[in-house]
Structure formats: structure tokens, C-alpha cells
């Protein structure tokens, strides 16, 4: 048998292989990123509701109040609890108050009131060709102000 014809023949066949196991792999990287930051995100979404809820009809003018205060408090304490590959400039924390039953005369921070905080995050994929290469994460988290 004669193979003096394929000789160098595994090279380009290894170049193709490698090309396509290597996507493969910075692509799971890449995905396992994304999931991650969903992931806190939705943590930070749930921070920042909490946060809220403990600050409520019992908070004072000397303390951080999210409903005298708005998002500004908020928006800090959430980039503070960043962690990991994101950067924390880049998270965005929304406080809205959509309803609020509870007998505090109206005050958002009264019990009964319903502490809503959206948090936001642009997260960018390393591979070039992955969805523009940037999407934007959101996730909201609401809880009842109890006293």
C-alpha cells in the first residue's frame, strides 16, 4: 500500500477539529458566565427587596430610608454586595412601591406596602458571534413591609 499520497493529510483535518473543539468549549465558558451573572443578579434582586423591607414604618430620617431616600440607597448597597466577574459600576437598582394597603396614611413605607426592586446588568459575551455580543440581564424581587 502506497500512502506516500497522503502525507500532511492530518494537519488540515486537525485544524478543523481543533477550530470547532475549541467554540465548543470557550462557548460552554461563555454560557456558564451568563448563567452565573443571571444568577446574581436575581440574588442582588432579592438583597435589594430585603434591604428594603427592613428599612420600613420603623425607619427614621437618620437612617437610610429607600422610601425617603428612593433608589439612590438602594442602587449603592446592591453595587456594594458585587461580586465575581461583574462590574459593579454597571448594575442598576430600581425601588418602586406598586401598591401599598397597609394603614401608614399612604407613606410608601408604611406596613403593609409592597417594596418592589428590579435590578439590570449588561452582561457581554466573550465570543464575537454570540448575540451581539451583549445582552441586558434583569430580575425582580418584591416583598411585604411586616412592621
Known amino acids: 500500500m502506497n500512502r506516500h499520497g497522503e502525507r500532511g493529510a492530518s494537519l488540515p483535518e486537525a485544524a478543523i477539529v481543533m477550530t470547532l473543539l ?17 444568577d446574581l443578579v436575581s440574588h442582588l434582586a432579592r438583597q435589594g427587596a430585603r434591604w428594603a423591607i427592613v428599612r420600613g414604618s420603623q425607619c427614621t430620617g437618620l437612617d437610610h430610608c429607600p422610601a425617603q431616600q428612593g433608589s439612590a440607597d438602594i442602587q449603592q448597597y446592591v453595587q456594594s ?9 454597571q448594575i442598576t437598582a430600581q425601588l418602586s412601591f406598586p401598591s401599598c394597603t397597609g ?6 413605607n408604611a406596613p403593609g406596602c409592597v ?17 451581539a455580543g451583549q ?3 434583569t430580575s425582580s424581587s418584591q416583598m411585604v413591609i411586616s412592621n
Open 103 to 108: 394603614a401608614g396614611g399612604g407613606a410608601n
Open 115 to 131: 417594596a418592589q426592586v428590579t435590578v439590570s446588568y449588561p452582561f457581554k459575551f466573550l465570543l464575537p458571534f454570540v448575540h
Open 81 to 89: 454586595l458585587s461580586e465575581g466577574a461583574t462590574d459593579a459600576s
Open 135 to 137: 445582552i441586558t440581564m
Open 22 to 38: 475549541l467554540t465548543f468549549m470557550f462557548g460552554i465558558v461563555d454560557f456558564g458566565r451568563a448563567f452565573y451573572t443571571y
